[in-house]
């Protein structure tokens, strides 16, 4: 049995495109996929970006004031809630009384006026063939602004929010064959992009080709979330989604 640094191919890349060109390996795995599933914070945009620091910081404020706590005390809970439910909503939900659409429509609500879009994404998403979904934890809502912020919004065929998920997070199978379910997906003919590792379990056990994208520099992120780049479930990691996409187009035009 292979090691698990084995058996994932690492293209960190991000400035250099010709070590993102298409090899066999690439071209190979990816022949056979007809949906593209991507995850939506911290995927479709840079970890670096503000825009999750901008939401992470509206939890926060929620909880302070949900339950009169003062910041840090609100922010540790925040995290705590998060890596032991999936989301900070989820621990709300299973020990407060939350207000679901109060709390999503408050975290939700950031400026996204300097969010710079993203051409070469855009391209790359629509060179891409065969269907494209959004899987996240977060909203619809959120998802479509922040799409349309990005230039690509209607690279998309669906999303398939928190809500749509009846509340429960990644990385839950149930959300998985929810989704799978509802937009008809066929997982051994899919790929999965996610920031998170632990949400790349379930696909990869389903038969999903599995891409964990990884921060280019410095980025805000616990720990623990970095963690698992070289766990077997992981069968290629980027920091670069569209340099990464574009090698996986470029390979099935390669004969
Ligand atoms: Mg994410």
């Known amino acids: 049995m292979a090691s698990p640094a084995a058996s994932t191919d690492v293209l960190l890349a991000s400035t250099a495109p010709r070590a993102l060109a298409p090899g066999p390996l690439i071209h190979e795995r990816f022949a056979d996929v007809d949906t593209w599933v991507f ?8 970890a670096g970006s503000s825009i999750w ?10 909880l302070a004031t949900l339950l009169g706590l003062d ?16 989301t900070t909503l989820r621990g709300l939900m299973e020990e407060h009384a939350v207000k679901v659409d109060e709390f999503l429509e408050f975290v939700h609500d950031i400026d996204r006026t300097s969010i710079p879009s993203n051409p070469d994404l855009k391209q790359a998403l629509a060179l891409l063939p065969g269907r494209k979904l959004i899987l996240t934890n977060g909203s ?36 998985y064959e929810s989704f799978f379910k509802k937009h008809s997906v066929d997982p ?20 999903m080709r599995t891409v964990l994208i990884v921060p280019e520099g410095s980025d805000h992120r616990e720990p623990w979330e970095a963690e698992g780049v070289t766990e ?8 670069n989604l569209a340099g990464f996409l574009q090698g996986v187009v470029m390979g099935r035009l390669t004969p």
């Open 53 to 62: 620091p901008s939401i992470d910081a509206r939890i926060t404020l929620y």
């Open 39 to 46: 995850d939506l914070d911290n995927t479709l945009y840079p």
């Open 232 to 239: 077997p479930y992981v069968d290629f990691v980027t920091d």
């Open 71 to 86: 910041g840090q005390s609100a922010r540790g809970l925040q995290k705590y809630y998060y890596r032991r439910y999936g």
């Open 188 to 207: 051994k003919r899919a790929a999965m992009f996610e920031d998170l590792a632990r949400n790349l379990v379930i696909p990869h056990q389903r038969g």
């Open 140 to 175: 619809r809502e959120h998802a479509l602004r922040t799409t349309e912020r990005l230039g690509f919004h209607d690279a998309f065929e669906d999303i398939f929010d928190i809500v749509a998920a009846e509340l429960v997070p990644k990385p839950e199978a149930s959300v």
